[in-house]
């Protein structure tokens, strides 16, 4: 079989597979129903936890969950499911806030974090804070 034949049968094959993910809901994106939905996600990985207030990003793909000064819980939607996990300002590289939005930057290989717009500057300020630590956030102007 000749070198350009191989090529279009890989690159088919390639095409094929992604419209097959595609067509079949792979590349749907979790979202939350709602601040309940976000705190039985994160009771099932973390059922010792007693969460406080709750925050949800304006497009329900996150929710940060208040577990005390400077604790905070995470539910994310990774594809069509939820990744949960808490975090202190220890595991954090970068926080900025700019208005309604936090950005966060992770210590963690397995997820980097994100870009997160609440509905509200109220919550985002509220977010920046409980991560909080004076030697790594800055508000951006």
């Not at 969950?65 to 590289?93: A, E, K, M, N, Y």
């Not at 974090?113 to 920046?128: Q, S």
């Amino acid at each position: 079989m000749s070198l350009p034949v191989l090529v279009v049968l890989v690159a088919f094959g390639i095409a094929l597979s992604v419209a097959a993910v595609h067509f079949t809901g792979g590349t749907t994106t979790a979202t939350l129903a709602g601040t309940d939905q976000a705190l039985a996600r994160f009771a099932e990985d973390f059922p010792d936890e007693k969460p406080g207030a709750v925050r949800l990003t304006a497009d329900n793909h996150a929710a940060f969950l208040d577990l005390g000064p400077q604790r905070c819980g995470i539910v994310q939607s990774i594809g069509d499911c939820f990744l949960t996990r808490i975090v202190t300002p220890h595991d954090i590289l970068g926080l900025a806030r700019e208005g309604k939005a936090v950005s966060l930057r992770l210590n963690d290989f397995t997820w980097k974090g994100g870009r997160f717009v609440f509905a509200g500057e109220a919550d985002a300020r509220a977010v920046a804070a409980t991560l909080q630590n004076n030697d790594r956030i800055r508000e951006a102007a």
